[in-house]
């Protein structure tokens, strides 16, 4: 009789760890579907699906991840349930590319590879690490081992000189080069 009333004890403290993690728990189905309604609803089932099946958490510290995972798969069987159809008869195709506008933009890469490899090694270094590769600042600096506002002072030279650079390739491209013949 004792060992019941132990598991009875601890399965009521899960109910309540359980019960407190829902606010968190509806947060971010909030945050992953944008309606509280229908968060609310996801919510109560992944709760519904954890109380059903709290025998087969096995390690109590995972609690938390362990209704996230159930949280995450209610999402996911939500979006595959309702999963939008169209009718593939009704939709226009529309070429998001075409030989033109790959060569145009094949000419605007190799534009900007040359105006950067003409840049000083210290602004090509910092304008490909910030803009390029997504790097803050702070990683650039202690990258580079130098201090941050070095980092920003580089990276403003290298812009205005990448832009000059590109606006005097654009103006000199723009120049006919088709001579009139008697």
Excluded at 5 to 20: C, D, G, R, T
Aim: charged letters at 30%; glycine letters at 0%; one cysteine or more.
């Amino acid at each position: 009789m004792a060992v019941d009333i132990k598991a009875f004890f601890q399965q009521k403290q899960q109910l309540q760890k359980i019960e407190a993690l829902r606010p968190l728990l509806f947060r971010v189905a909030v945050s992953w579907c944008n309606d509280e309604m229908l968060a609310d609803d996801i919510v109560q089932d992944a709760l519904t699906k954890a109380i059903q099946n709290i025998a087969q958490l096995k390690d109590q510290d995972a609690l938390k991840s362990w209704l996230f995972t159930i949280l995450n798969n209610q999402w996911r069987e939500y979006l595959r349930r309702n999963r939008p159809c169209v009718d593939i008869d009704e939709l226009v195709f529309i070429a998001d590319s075409t030989p033109e506008l790959d060569e145009e933009r094949q000419q605007t890469c190799n534009q900007v590879r040359l105006a950067i490899a003409e840049l000083p090694l210290s602004q090509r270094q910092t304008i490909t690490l910030v803009d390029l590769e997504d790097m803050s600042y702070q990683e650039v600096a202690k990258a580079l081992d130098v201090p941050i506002g070095t980092i920003m002072s580089r990276l403003n030279r290298a812009r205005k000189a990448l832009l000059l650079k590109l606006e005097h390739q654009e103006k000199s491209m723009s120049i006919s080069y088709l001579r009139r013949v008697k």
